[in-house]
Structure formats: structure tokens, C-alpha cells
């Protein structure tokens, strides 16, 4: 059994809203595994699972099997999130009900599991930037986001502090700021990583991260902040300084009848706390301010159609952090190499057309390749004008010869045609060898370009040249598992 820090356990005691009690005996137990499924690529029941509480696509599974084998996670169908930090979902849902072409800011977005929960609240009406200031794990997110499917994200690598840079221009800032991590105390990397100066720590980085990020956030907007730590220094305490700060007002949301959430009230903060022994996922904590109304502060208003001026007057250094290191300070890319404003392209629209339902606004060429921009591409070119970014949208694929050589991003939408490419259904053997960059044989499928699919969920595309297929899975993602692994199917 993990021993809990003594000061840890002193503290907990004398937090009135926590049974501390309870809390420490299931710290000593196993963690639960609970899975968010994408509803827009798996329309069928899920059955045999218990659902998560505050989330109509979260399951609970009865113990953690390895994702790696199933072709299925491969293919953006389920997304193996924690149960408790689902419940921002539920928040933005209560908080942004009723509205729709909203802009929406993961701060710390790495890897993947809220960004990818709030683009499908959002749907094609909605924007969302999802960020991360470490490089590595900024192309781990975009990886989790191109296998999701939805096509309305930009993923930028960039500080906090950047986000001044775009005053006033989203509606709802999610910050799920890095924290001590009591929440994950069944861990003892956790454990270890802890102590009382690392809490004070962590407390005060936080602060910094929303205080830079604040400008971005238009007057009336709403800001989620979560940790995933019991500690009021990084939970109510900072939400009640930031209130004091900025004159924020706390929201509150609706609890079912009998939840096992906890409501945290403190010196007028409402917010919201799930603790091991009440509920079966890892310790969180979330809260939700409003921007109090009034004049956007910065260089010039939040942009909604209007003149945005001189990009680089609003240039800045990189300086602060989320999570540890710097932003990569890169110039801004799309897809690995491209720099000014973005036109919609009419041709590029007319050759992808018949492939996947994007707007004709948001089409776009960029040196032969043909993208499906997460906005229009006015607005696209704005926040690339301000942020580094490394993927927005969809690359449909790229042109040589007149022909149009499909992308894997396309495979993953969610907004392909059915029926615009040959169709190959593998077993699940089958399908784990094409994950591990293996030749499919050729004598079974069609000639030319053909989409694989696992009971019936598209997996990516191969070639078949007849005397050989070129597996066109992307490099970097290949698997290095053993096919013959023992395996249970998750759905």
C-alpha cells in the first residue's frame, strides 16, 4: 500500500467537505478505467458497462485492458478519458446551453481527452483552439485530435502569454492547469512527486497561467478552471484571488438528485469537488467565473468580422509557463511549412468536393496540399498570424499530376462522403498488421486507392498497385505491439 505525505494527511482532516477516511482507504485501491466514445463514428448502443454519472458517452470498464490492441482506439472511437475530469463537459454544456458559433480556448489542452470532448460539444458551429506549450505533447494532442475526427480545432504550440495577442476573442477559456496531483495519489510517482513546497508552488503558477490567459477571454465569457488536486491552495482558494483580481462572479451548475459530487463553497466560490470513496474516478476539482461585462482591454477588439489590423504590432515574446518549459517560439505553420494569409481556394473546393462535407470557405491550397481549415479562412489566418500553429482542421490530401493523393486526416473525418473511396473491411489481425505498417496482400481488394475499415470504422488508406500495396498509415504513428497479443473487445 502507498504511503500518503503526513502533511497530506493532516490537511485532508481538517477539510470539512472531504471524508478523509474514505478517501485514503481508496486511495489504496486500484484505479477505475472508464472510456468517452465518440458518438459520431460508433452510433451503436454500448451495452454491459456502467455509465459514468455527469456523462451520456462515458463508460466505466471493469478493468483496464490494452488499448494499443484494439483497432478501434486506433480510429478515434472511444477516447480512454478519466471519469471525473468529464464532468467539464457537463459543465460547458449547462453553462453554454442554447448557443452556438462559440470560440472556445484549451489552454493546456495535452493529450487530448477534454479537447476532443469539447469539439464535439461545439459541432461545426464551433471553434476551438486546443493548446499545449510543450512541443512533444502538443503532437501527441494533435494525433488525438486527428483521430477524433471533428475537424473544427486548431492546435497551437504556444506560452499563455500569447494569448494576449487575441484580446477579447473567445467565449469560454478551459484551463486544466498543472497541479500537485493528490487526485492521482494511487500512483506513486504522485506520491513521490509531492510536497508542501510543490503545492505553494504550483499555486502560484497557476495564478500566473489564467492572468495571462485573461485578456483573451471576451467580456461576459466564462472561464472553467480544474486541477486534478484536494488542496484549497490550488482549488477555491486561487478561484476566490482570481475573482478578487478581476471581479469575476462564480457560476454554478446542477447536480443530479444524489450525486456524488461534492459542492465547495468558499468565500462566494461554487465549486465542485469528486473524491475517491464517493466517486470512482482520481481526485478533481472544477469551478466556472464570468467575465465581468465591459470595454475589451488590450490592442483592439476581439475580431468578428472587423479590420484586424497589423499583425505584428501584436507580436510578443514567449515568457511564462504551463506544465513545465517554453513555447516551442517557432514562426506559425500549417501542416509543416506555411506562412502568410489564407484564401479560399474554388479550385481546391471543386476536386475535394465529392470526398467530404466542408464548407467552401474553409477549403484551402497550400502548396499543392488541400485543407479543410477549422474556421473560415479569414479568421483561421488571424490566429495563425498570432499563435504558432501546427495543425488546424482537416489536410484532405495533397495534388500531383492532377490527381489527389488522400491524407490519413482524411480517413479519420468524420466528414468524409460515404462511398467516396473503395472500401476494404480487415479482421482484426488484419487490421493490427496495417496499424504496424505491415503490406496488406492485394489480391482481395480493389486496384488503386482503397479506405480500410474494422467493423466498418475506417482505419486508413492503402494503395494497390496490384504487385504490391504501399500502406499508407503515417509513419510515426506505427504500433510495435506483438499481433498475437491476447485480447478482449472493448465494444
Known amino acids: 500500500m502507498i504511503m500518503l505525505p503526513p502533511d497530506f494527511i493532516e490537511r485532508i ?10 478517501l485514503i482507504e481508496s486511495l489504496g485501491g486500484p484505479a477505475a478505467t472508464s472510456i468517452r466514445v ?3 463514428k460508433w452510433p451503436h448502443e454500448v451495452k454491459g458497462y456502467e455509465r459514468v454519472e455527469w456523462e451520456p458517452d462515458g463508460w466505466y470498464l471493469p478493468d483496464r485492458p490494452l488499448f494499443t490492441a484494439d483497432p478501434l482506439f486506433h480510429a ?9 475530469s468529464m464532468f467539464a463537459g457537463e459543465m460547458f454544456r449547462q453553462l453554454t446551453a442554447g448557443r452556438i458559433d462559440l470560440r472556445v480556448l484549451d489552454l493546456c489542452g495535452a493529450p487530448g481527452g477534454k479537447s476532443t470532448h469539447l469539439a464535439q460539444l461545439l459541432g461545426d458551429d464551433g471553434l476551438l483552439v486546443a493548446n499545449e506549450v510543450i512541443r512533444s505533447r502538443a503532437a501527441v494532442l494533435a494525433e488525438n485530435i486527428t483521430k477524433w475526427g471533428t475537424g473544427n480545432i486548431v492546435v497551437t504550440n504556444a506560452d499563455p502569454s500569447r494569448f494576449n495577442l487575441l484580446p477579447g476573442f473567445f467565449d469560454v477559456i478551459v484551463t486544466d492547469v498543472p497541479c500537485s496531483g493528490e487526485g492521482m495519489f494511487r500512483s506513486a510517482a504522485a506520491v513521490q512527486e509531492w510536497s508542501v513546497q510543490n503545492t ?3 499555486s502560484e503558477r497557476q495564478r500566473r497561467i489564467v492572468m495571462e490567459s485573461w485578456p483573451a477571454l471576451k467580456p461576459g465569457g466564462i472561464l472553467i478552471y480544474s486541477t486534478c488536486t484536494f488542496n484549497p491552495a490550488e482549488n477555491e482558494e486561487n478561484v476566490a484571488w482570481i475573482m478578487d483580481q478581476t471581479g469575476a462572479e462564480s457560476l454554478s451548475v446542477m447536480l443530479s438528485t444524489g450525486s456524488s459530487v461534492v459542492p465547495v463553497h468558499h468565500n462566494g466560490v461554487e465549486g465542485y469537488g469528486f473524491y475517491p ?13 464570468r467575465k465581468p461585462a465591459g470595454p475589451v482591454q488590450g490592442n483592439g477588439a476581439f475580431w468578428r468580422g472587423a479590420d484586424h489590423g497589423n499583425p505584428e504590432s501584436r507580436r510578443g515574446a514567449n515568457h511564462g509557463k504551463c506544465e513545465s518549459g517554453r513555447g516551442s ?10 506562412k502568410g494569409a489564407l484564401k479560399p481556394s474554388s479550385q481546391a473546393f471543386e476536386k475535394s468536393e465529392s470526398l ?3 464548407d467552401r470557405g474553409k477549403i484551402v491550397m497550400v502548396e499543392g496540399r488541400i485543407i479543410a481549415l477549422a474556421a473560415e479562412a479569414a479568421l483561421f489566418s488571424y490566429i495563425d498570424e498570432r499563435l504558432p500553429v501546427i495543425k488546424s482542421g482537416t489536410l484532405i490530401g495533397e495534388v500531383k499530376k492532377n490527381v489527389l493523393i488522400p491524407a490519413h486526416d482524411l480517413a479519420m473525418s468524420v466528414k468524409m462522403t460515404e462511398g467516396a473511396w473503395p472500401r476494404h473491411s480487415l479482421t482484426r489481425e488484419e487490421a493490427i498488421a496495417f496499424l504496424r505498417l505491415e503490406t496488406p496482400a492485394a489480391a482481395p481488394m480493389p486496384p488503386g486507392r482503397v479506405l480500410l475499415t474494422y467493423r466498418g470504422v475506417a482505419l486508413g488508406f492503402v494503395n494497390n498497385l ?3 500495396v504501399n500502406n499508407g498509415y503515417p509513419q510515426g504513428w506505427r504500433i510495435r505491439m506483438d499481433k498475437a497479443h491476447q485480447y478482449t473487445e472493448i465494444l
Open 329 to 338: 517560439g517557432q514562426a506559425p505553420v500549417l501542416h509543416g511549412g506555411r
Open 466 to 468: 496490384g504487385s504490391r
Open 13 to 22: 482532516h481538517n477539510q470539512s467537505y472531504i471524508d478523509a477516511g474514505a
Open 38 to 40: 465518440n458518438r459520431l
Open 277 to 289: 470513496g464517493r466517486v470512482r474516478g482520481d481526485g478533481f476539482f472544477i469551478a466556472a467565473l
Open 200 to 202: 505553494r508552488l504550483c
Open 76 to 84: 478515434g472511437v472511444y477516447y480512454p478519458q478519466e471519469s471525473s
Open 356 to 358: 467530404a462535407a466542408f
